[in-house]
Every structure is written in C-alpha cells, then in structure tokens.
C-alpha cells in the first residue's frame, strides 16, 4: 500500500508556484482524499467489530469457559446492534494512536451506521456526507430504539451534508423528538430531577473572599433570572460602578438577595461617596435597565397554537425553542402558563403580497418575516442564529437624498449575516444574490461558488 505521506510529500513541493485558483482546487482534493481516509477507517472499524462478536463461551487455556466479569461481552452501539468481546476496542486504538474510548466510540459508530442509520451510510460511503457528520448523527441517536432511529435516518437523508454542526443537532435532536416523544418526556423529567443550587467555597488555604454559586434549573426561570441579574449590573454601571459587566452582575446577586436594595446600593461601591446617589436615583436606573433587557431577552418557542392549547395533547408533539433545540408541548403550556406570553401569528408573504418601506432600518414585523425565513446567518455553513444577526440589504442601500430609488427596503431584499460575514461581505471579498426565498448564490475569492439553501449548503461546481 502506497504511503500517503510520501504521496503528499511529493505533491508539497510545487505549491508555493500555484496560483490561488489551483491552490484552493488541492486543498479540495486533499480533503476529497481525506473524507475517503475517514470512510475507510468506519469500513475497518466495523470489520474488527464483526471479527471479534460476543460469544456464549470464551477460549481458555483450559478450554471454553462462560464469560466472567472481566470477560463479559460489550455493547458499544445502539439498541439492534451486535455486541461484541471484551477487550474489542483496545488493539485498534494501538494501531489508531487513539485512547480506547476514541477507538469505542469509532466501533459504536460504524455499528451504528450499518445497522441503524443505513441511508446515511450509503450516503457517506459515495461521499455525499463528510464522516464526522455522519458519525455525529450516530452518536445523537445511539439512545433511541431502533426505530426511531431508523425514522430519523429517513428525515435526515439527503440533508445531513449541506448542515453546520449546530443546525445538524438541531435537526436530530427535533427528529427524535418527535419520533419518541415519550423518551424526550423521560429526558425533561431526568433533567427536573437533577436541579439544584448548590455554593461552593474554596479551600480555607485558597480562600479570598469569593465563592462560586452553580444553579441549574428551568430554562425559563433562569433566563428570566439572568436577565434580572443583567439589569441590576446595568444599573450600577449607570450609578457609577465602574468595574467590568462580570463583578457586576455578581454584585447584582447580592443587590437581588437584599430586601432593602431600593434604599441603599452604595454599600457596594468602595470608596464612592453615599450622597452621589439616593434610592430614588437607583430605582429609576434599575427601571430603566430592566425595561431595555426586557426587550432583549426571550426565548421563541414554535409550536402549532391549536396543539398548545388543547389540554392534553398525544405524545410525540414537539415545539422548537430557537437556538436551543426541541421541547414537549406540556413544557410550552407550562411555560405558557405562568410567563408573560405573546402570541404572534407567523405571517406567510406571497409573492403577491410583497410591501416595503422608504428607510434603511427594516420595522418589526418586516425583520420577523426574514428571521423566520432564514433562521440562520445566510453565509455558507454558518449557524449563528438569525435573532443574532444583522439584517444585511443584498443590493447596497442608497440614501433617498443621494438618489435612491423608493422601497429599498423588503423582505426580499434583506438577509440575516453575523456581523464578520456582514464584515466580509461589505469589504467585497465576498458577494452574494438571493435566487429564491431563502436561497443565495455566494461567490468568494478566486470565483469560489457556493449556494446557501432553506435544506443547507452546496458547493457551486466553478
């Protein structure tokens, strides 16, 4: 077998003479010879596996013996997979260079792949999708049963490799809860249990006067408890408080946990003088702070109105909290319940129903409308969230008194872009055009195409 090393060994030697076009056409192609490399080693990972099955007996020098404790059989993949000997893993990650715990995690991939996620095996087999995406699908799903799991190899076929990594765990994690609701109830209920608050102090001999509090809770509490937190250090600031938002926001606990905060905040601001601010001047701050953070920090929960206000609804229903992934309509109801909610109707815009306004900003309702469309940073294989993002003109924005035309700005002509693709797209290294709803042809250096769908990314043949 040829040596890889000596092959690009070889090839390394003329590539400070290609021009950017030809150097970028070797790097595709060495990762083209990667994502093989990566397939191949699934290929013998899954041929050690089955080379080495589970035994009802296991040789000694004495001959065949039951397994004992030290030589019970392993089930390293999902339910429906094989189990295979004690000690499997070991030799392969000698040869890997790996810890056994890469190497068993590399035979449960593989067994997952060929026994529970068969499409997305073929699929990765031609090349269709990078190795680690399909492995991380198979490490998302290994505690489904098999049919879920299955069912998710169905929804996710044909997807997994235009995805980021975020939108990809999003994209399971919503698939299985919606295939085994009752599982994902299980999980809500095993994370319940596992809230806590606990103070931590230091070592007497590390000890300087600071603690850690660690909570872990309802994601609605302590989001809104953050956002207090938030608040109070904002307000300081306003105060005069001139450390960092960090000391700030753990001075705002002790503010929080005192009955008499309204009255006296100074005694938290050594060396300011008491007189420079009253009550009255630090309820307006804290009311001032907590009405800005109040229109900054929500969650978005995407459920179906009529499924969230039926009482009882049939397992398996599933809302989406953006960003941070599925959630079971009876936590929606509950959070619904004792939360200030407002309802907002997604509205659907035709194309026979396109409006737009003379001025840069895009008003609410418009940036709803594209943030609901794209929900993610339009640039290729970004997923920072479009809530996140600013909303980017794809044809420049000119001023009305500079000769700008009238209804600049639409739905279909603004986009989400983080601000370092807002960044790169502004200094013109990169331009891009919207084709359809949702759908943008990128172009970067040395004519690189890309196309940024609704169902994810695809490299543009140049």
Request: glycine share 8%; charged share 25%.
């Amino acid at each position: 077998m040829e040596s890889t090393t000596t092959h690009l060994e070889a090839r390394a030697v003329g590539l400070h003479d290609l021009a950017e076009g030809a150097l970028l056409a070797e790097a595709t192609e060495v990762e083209a010879v990667l994502r093989e490399a990566e397939v191949h080693k699934l290929r013998i990972a899954y041929q050690w596996a089955v080379a080495h099955p589970a035994l009802d007996s296991c040789h000694t020098p004495a001959g065949p013996a039951l397994p004992t404790a030290l030589t019970e059989p392993e089930t390293l993949g999902g339910a429906g997979t094989p189990a295979v000997a004690a000690f499997t893993p070991e030799p392969l990650g000698v040869a890997l260079g790996c810890p056994t715990a890469a190497a068993s995690s590399l035979l449960a991939d593989s067994l997952d792949l060929h026994h529970r996620l068969p499409l997305l095996w073929d699929q990765t087999r031609a090349q269709l999708v990078p190795a680690w995406k399909a492995r991380r699908v198979a490490a998302r799903t290994r505690h489904l049963p098999a049919e879920a799991a299955a069912w998710v190899d169905r929804q996710v076929v044909g997807r997994v490799s235009s995805l980021s990594a975020p939108a990809l765990d999003r994209l399971v994690a919503h698939a299985a809860a919606r295939c085994d609701g009752d599982a994902a109830a299980d999980r809500e209920a095993a994370a319940r249990a596992g809230w806590d608050v606990r103070l931590v102090h230091p070592d007497p001999h590390r000890y300087a006067g600071t603690s850690e509090l660690h909570a872990v809770g309802d994601t609605l509490d302590l989001t809104r408890f953050h956002d207090v937190v938030c608040a109070e250090a904002e307000a300081l600031a306003a105060l005069g408080d001139t450390d960092d938002l960090g000391p700030r926001k753990a001075k705002a606990l002790g503010v929080i946990a005192d009955a008499q905060a309204r009255l006296d905040l100074m005694t938290l601001e050594a060396g300011s003088d008491p007189d420079a601010c009253d009550a009255d001047a630090h309820e307006l701050a804290r009311r001032e702070a907590l009405g800005r953070r109040d229109a900054k920090v929500r969650l978005y929960l995407h459920a179906s109105l009529a499924d969230v206000l039926v009482p009882a609804g049939p397992s398996g229903r599933a809302g989406t909290v953006e960003t941070l992934g599925p959630v079971t309509l009876d936590v929606i109801r509950e959070w619904a319940g004792r939360s200030r909610v407002t309802i907002q109707p997604v509205v659907h815009v035709t194309s026979e129903d396109r409006w737009s306004v003379d001025r840069h900003d895009a008003p609410p309702r418009m940036a709803d409308q594209v943030r609901l469309r794209d929900e993610t940073c339009v640039f290729p294989w970004c997923g920072r969230a479009s809530r996140q993002c600013d909303l980017d003109h794809t044809d420049p924005y000119r001023d009305p008194d500079d000769g700008g035309p009238p209804g600049q700005t639409s739905a279909d002509r603004l986009a989400p872009l983080c601000r370092r693709h807002h960044r790169a797209k502004t200094t013109g290294s990169w331009t891009y055009e919207r084709t359809s709803p949702g759908t943008y042809l990128w172009t970067g250096p040395s004519g690189l195409g890309v196309l940024v769908t609704p169902r994810g990314t695809v490299a543009v043949p140049s």
